[in-house]
């Protein structure tokens, strides 16, 4: 018989896995996070409900526990930043679920932390951040009187991309050289199914609680391996590996913490490779010791998972999205730029077809400012959407008033109108890459 689960984090990567595979063993789900929208219309048949674990006070709790037999928390973060507080998601959030837990007299949880959390690993700043708030949160949910289970997952591989699984997509498309940092270092995998099915097994009532258990198949790889395999499994030719010095890597990490600044969540950050840096294992025979699951190890699971067109588009295109954003933010912020430098220039431009100096100063003047403002709101992600939307209607907007007023120019030697064309096209491009998850 089915039972009501609430899952938290319920259309994250693992989350989307264990929702799916809860529904599919007949029971009734309800999916907590940040931003349900999306979620709620690709699954109808599930009860959302929008709340922040960062923020949620016990009595946010209360209502959605009212017909609730377990709960499954995969709401994680991995470093702190302007829209993610470890402790606050990590430690505090869970305390209060856990006091609303015991209020509202429900038993069973589930908690989805890492694997290798431990009090001596130590990794440097936001590696030990990122350690300690998950460690936090297991001691807190030894001593909170429930019946809990720890899941600890390793690298977790999955059919679809999200995160640090999509940035190994990234670098195995990557033409003429792979570059990994750490490429040495050993990681554990585990498939995002067998995350799912463990959970689906930890839920059920008669399941042993109090447990800690690893989940990663006992066969360690190094990151090299991991993006060697992916790169065939993409179907692509082989290109030689760049060991990729730390100091590098770290700069590029350092560029990703400060885009977090402007609302972009890289998964190369410095926490990341903190963690690389320190390996990711735990027990292989856990799974199948503690949950009767023998865990699919890469080979496994690439064959399990047959990558096609989908796959290598998104893997060819993940790097080129940011450098899309980056060339359309650059262009026409200089734009704007070169408009306020030259306004008498430009508005000779305008005065010869006739129009009268001071409308014709007006809209350069108007016109670089626009330019300016949708080459910076493209930075910051909030303001993204609106700012591409812009560069394609200010670019119709430019072309037909350019066709009205300076129809000559279609035929100048230099192409201003028709250089619009494509810097339009490319403002849709990535419009269409836009979405994160």
Known sequence: MGMRVLVIGAYGLIGGYVVARLLAEGHAVTGVGRDVAAAARSLPQVRWARLDMATAAMEDWRPLLSDVQAVVNCAGALQD???????????????RLVAACVQAGVRRLVHVSAAGVAADRGLGAQGDRFNDTKL??????????????IL???????????????????????????????????????????????????????????????????EPVTLAGVVLSLRRWLGLPPVPLWHVPAGVARLAAKGADALAWAGWRSPLRTATLDQLRGGIAGDGRAMERELAIRPLSVADMLVAYPAGVQERWFAKSYFLKPAMLAMLAFFWALSGVVGFCRVPEATAVLTRAGMAQMPATLFVLLGSAIDLALGVGVV?????????????????????????????????????????????????????????R
């Open 81 to 95: 930043g302007p829209r993610d507080d470890l402790a606050a998601v990590h430690r505090d959030g869970v305390g």
């Open 136 to 149: 936090a949160t297991e001691t807190l949910l030894r001593a909170s009187g429930l019946d809990w289970i």
């Open 152 to 218: 600890r997952p390793g690298l977790v591989l999955a059919p679809a991309a999200y995160g640090g699984s999509a940035l190994l997509r990234g670098l195995a498309a990557l033409p003429g050289v792979l570059p990994v940092v750490h490429a040495d270092a050993t990681v554990q995998v585990v498939a995002a199914t067998d995350v799912a099915l463990a959970v689906a097994r930890a839920v059920l009532p008669g399941t042993a609680a109090g447990r800690s258990i690893d989940l990663v198949h006992d």
């Open 380 to 436: 910051f992600r909030r303001r993204t959407k609106a700012a591409l939307l812009g560069m394609v209607a200010v670019s119709g907007a430019y072309m037909l008033g350019g066709t009205l007023w300076r129809p000559d120019l279609w035929l100048d030697p230099m192409g201003p109108f028709l250089k619009t064309l494509p810097a339009a096209m490319l403002a849709l491009a990535a419009l269409a890459l836009l979405d994160e």
